[in-house]
């Protein structure tokens, strides 16, 4: 036998449900020795989870129909293999990890029983050795292995903490294959690294072989040893790491690898301020009680000093829970916060109502997700003329020309006025989410992660189109965002937030230069993974 | 929303049990409207002495046709059947000729009788004809189920909306509210109206409907809990508009697929609330065709099966395809599979 460990050959699969049938992957072959670790690389809808979860028979059969094609798993092939053959194969020989670890453990179980429960089924009954195997396991993935982090529950671990307990669980039986599905996607940045170096040490101490699914070319440049490019379920290519980076050969690769941000502005701006925040703090209650001394609060935003001028991006960098967003609500008043907001030289919070509607068409915003920031239920129309008619007094017809002007501007044909939402791919959604933030013409728009929920290619379209919004109009913006390339790629300053405190701030080119603070380093070094 | 309407659509007929009991469903309700056409003790066209008449639309006095009463004419009286079988006078009756309330006079059995050539389903205790009194019975009960139904909603639309979307204080009187509004004993306030008042359809929608809107509230507050964090909501906020506005415009029709999923559910518990308070003689007043006071009656004349089978049958039946239907929905309603 050689030293393949699994070999795919032709694989296709079928996507039914009761109205469509959907090829999502086509005639993918790939190989993997012992030892290897795989990169999978492609955007979302690739098929990259489905190769992962087809390779351990976990699809649906009745959903998932394989046409053709082979999986040997050491020899042998897994697709003909019964139900109960497969049990020794999962969690024994191949085992996965997902992106979401507090979706994957069990929420009602405490960490022990969920460890014993894969010991017991897999390596041995005898339960005095049990002690042992979780110390030696525990110890490998960075785990403390004391009673109170075994008999917690998986809600009261922290990220880092769950991301590790379900490696642990997933490597206690020393599998030959780990396949690990964006196993570092749900994590802040320094966890990422922490993570990632923890995989490939037990990769290399076992001699297991990993697969690492991914959409990050970065992750995938620094970790794997092969890569595999995914699209549209075919394999577009596959080639040694260095091959694939330095001499990408079909298009696809090609286009990907230019996708990665770089600085897309220059440094020309105005000098007038149009928004000051003076000393703002932010705080939620948590426990309510009748005196006030006895209220407990959560403190989103701590002291918060920034300043923006006309025409200029902001860019706040900041991992999950550490008051990006909280920030973007205060500043659309849409939060109760105490602290001074001025902007265009007028103080938000002391404004009447009547005053502070009229005032909201100068500060917009564009979200995330794209999915939720559109209502389901109105037309591309109805969606982008609603601003303009709380505004102005327009005819039906001047309404369609402006939404049609604002469609053309972002980029998308003027007959997609009458479609809805869900007729749109992600990176149009976005467009028509940025088309309606500046249907009222603002001074400000912030952007709330706006391509994070993107691929790469999409993302670096939806940034061009953000950079030439801001040049024609002379627009600031407030960048939110957890990926300092991206932020760093299109803001002139840069403001980094760290448990609900700032902290620094300045010109972008010094920050990425010379970081002062450690957390900045470490942000910065973690990002770009050249350590 | 057209296009998800659309799948929807085609999720539904996708299943022949949804299709078929929809279509069912709609087809006999649809005739049950015009219950006055297909079961009445008037011909719906009459020639008497060359001359045509319309009993069904216009009323005629007997002594218009030469009788002795200053009263409506009763066309299945002798004097009448008489006058109709002479020289070329002739009458077309409804398919049942009998009215939710003609009284079969001329019964040789006493009441209730079984089956017969007059009455197809035989007479209740009172001598009137079983199967005008189930289709009137029905259309009523239908009816009432609706007329609830919409009115439950509308106030439970409005009360969970205002909750969901306002929170903080408003949510937490109205919650309280609710909480002792629905611990009030509905079954003894009915007993004792039905005794002060004089007991009538609207009297019971009206006490009913005090009532019906708390659960549904509760879906509603739910959603639109849900529903005012969305992204785009948000973005609606930030453009200015009104809380009405928003509402209408953008939560209210993301929130209607829990509304809906649960309408022919309640349709359904609506006609079997009717049918259980007649039963109990706390519904309709008497001489009302209604389903519960047949089943009554069948209680009463355990022997007379064509009281107790055929209400029973046409009760079954009706909720079933209700609930066909309500299944489907919410299958077809259900994003995930």
């Known amino acids: ?45 690739s098929g990259k989870s489905i190769t992962g979860l087809a390779i351990n028979s976990l699809l649906d059969k009745k959903k998932f129909i394989t046409k053709k094609g082979k999986i040997f798993f050491e020899g042998q092939n897994v697709l003909e293999k019964s139900e109960e053959d497969l049990l020794k194969i999962r969690g024994n020989k191949i085992s996965m990890i997902f992106q979401e670890p507090m979706l994957s453990l069990n929420p009602v179980q405490s960490l022990r029983t969920q460890i014993c429960e894969v010991i017991k089924l897999h390596l041995t009954n005898d339960e005095s050795k049990f002690q042992d195997i979780i110390e030696s396991i525990f110890s490998k993935c960075g785990l403390e292995c004391n009673n109170k982090i075994l008999n917690s529950y998986p809600h009261m671990l922290s990220g880092g903490q769950r991301q590790r307990a379900m490696i642990a669980i997933s490597v206690v039986c020393k599998p030959k294959l780990l396949i690990a599905d964006e196993p570092t996607t749900a994590l802040d940045v320094t966890l990422q690294l922490q993570v990632l170096g923890l995989l490939k040490k037990l990769s290399k101490e076992n001699g297991m072989s990993l697969i690492l699914i991914s959409h990050d070319l970065d992750l995938i440049k620094n970790y794997s040893d092969n890569v595999a490019i995914m699209k549209d379920g075919k394999i577009e290519e596959t080639n040694s790491t260095s091959e694939i980076f330095n001499n990408p050969q079909s298009s696809y690769t090609k286009r990907l690898m230019n996708c990665r941000p770089e600085r897309m502005i220059d440094g020309s701006r105005c000098n007038q301020e149009l928004l000051r925040i003076n000393n703002l703090n932010c705080r939620f209650l948590t426990k309510n009680s009748l005196f006030k001394t006895k209220r407990k ?235 | ?189 009915l007993i004792i109206f039905s005794s002060l008042f004089e007991p009538s359809l609207s009297l019971l929608i009206i006490l009913l409907s005090l009532f019906g809107w708390i659960g549904l509230s509760d879906y509603v507050r739910a959603e639109f809990l849900k529903g005012r964090n969305m992204d785009y909501v948000i973005a609606a906020r930030t453009m200015g508009l009104s809380n009405y506005q928003i509402i209408t415009r953008h939560i209210l029709p993301n929130s209607m697929i829990s509304v809906i999923t649960f309408l022919p559910f309640r349709i359904s518990g609506a006609i079997l609330i009717l049918t259980s308070l007649d039963f109990l003689g706390l519904g309709v007043p008497p001489n009302t065709p209604s389903l519960g006071e047949l089943l009554s009656q069948g209680k009463e004349n355990i022997e007379a099966w064509w009281l107790s089978l055929t209400t029973f049958f046409v009760l079954v039946g009706t909720l079933l395809l209700l609930i066909f239907i309500g299944e489907g929905i919410r299958e077809s309603m259900d994003s995930r599979s």
């Not at chain 1, 010379?514 to 990002?527: A, E, G, H, K, V």
């Not at chain 2, 001359?51 to 002594?63: A, G, H, N, R």
Request: charged share 20%; aromatic share 10%.
């Open chain 1, 1 to 45: 036998m050689s030293n393949k460990l699994l070999e795919i050959e032709n694989l296709t699969i079928d996507f039914t449900d009761t109205l469509h049938r959907k090829n999502i992957i086509n005639n993918i072959s790939l190989q993997l020795t012992k030892g290897e670790i795989l990169g999978l690389v492609g955007e979302s809808g």
């Open chain 1, 297 to 531: 609060y959560f403190h989103a935003l701590t002291d918060i000093n920034l300043s923006l001028n006309i025409g200029e991006t902001l860019g706040v960098v900041g991992e999950s829970g550490s008051g990006k967003s909280t920030l973007a609500m205060s500043i659309l008043q849409l939060l109760n916060y105490q602290g001074q907001i001025i902007f265009d030289g007028l103080s938000l919070e002391k404004m009447s109502k009547e005053d502070l509607r009229n005032q909201r068409k100068d500060f917009q915003i564009v979200f995330q997700d794209p999915y939720s920031s559109l209502s389901p239920r109105l037309s591309i129309l109805e969606i982008l003329s609603e601003g303009l008619s709380v505004y102005g007094d327009y005819t039906q017809a001047q309404l369609l020309t402006l939404c049609e002007e604002l469609l053309n501007e972002v980029g998308l044909e003027s007959s997609m006025l009458y479609r809805y939402p869900h007729q749109f791919s992600g990176g149009q959604r976005q467009r028509i989410a940025i088309a309606r933030a500046i249907s009222l013409k603002p001074k400000l728009v912030i952007m709330d992660e706006p391509t994070s929920a993107l691929d790469v290619v999409v993302q670096k379209n939806i940034l061009d189109l953000i950079i030439s919004i801001q040049k024609k109009y002379n627009l600031s913006y407030i960048f939110i965002s957890h990926d300092i390339k991206v932020v760093s790629a299109i803001s002139h300053k840069i403001c980094v937030l760290k448990k609900s405190e700032i902290v620094e701030q300045g010109e972008t080119i010094s920050i990425l230069e010379n970081p002062q603070s450690d957390y900045t380093q470490q942000l910065i070094r973690s990002t770009l993974f050249d350590s």
């Open chain 2, 1 to 189: 929303m057209i296009g998800r309407s659309k799948v929807i659509w085609e999720k539904f007929k996708s299943s022949r049990r949804n299709i078929y009991s929809l279509y069912i469903f709609s087809f006999i309700f649809i005739l049950s409207i015009f219950a006055e056409i297909i079961s009445n003790d008037k011909p719906i066209l009459m020639k008497i002495d060359d001359k045509l008449y319309f009993p069904l639309i216009v009323d005629y006095k007997e002594t218009h046709f030469g009788g002795i009463f200053e009263t409506e004419a009763d066309y299945k009286d002798d004097f009448m059947q008489d006058l109709i079988e002479k020289n070329n006078n002739w009458a077309v009756f409804p398919l049942n000729p009998n009215s939710y309330n003609t009284i079969n006079l001329n019964n040789s059995t006493p009441n209730p009788a079984p089956p017969s050539l007059h009455n197809y389903l035989g007479t209740d205790d009172r001598g009137r004809d079983v199967l005008a009194r189930l289709i009137y019975g029905f259309r009523l009960s239908v009816i009432f189920a609706l007329v609830l139904t919409i009115i439950a909603v509308v106030i439970g639309i409005f009360f969970g909306a205002i909750q969901g979307y306002f929170v903080g204080r408003t949510d937490l009187f109205l919650q309280r509210f609710i909480e002792i509004w629905s611990s009030m004993p509905e079954l003894y306030l």
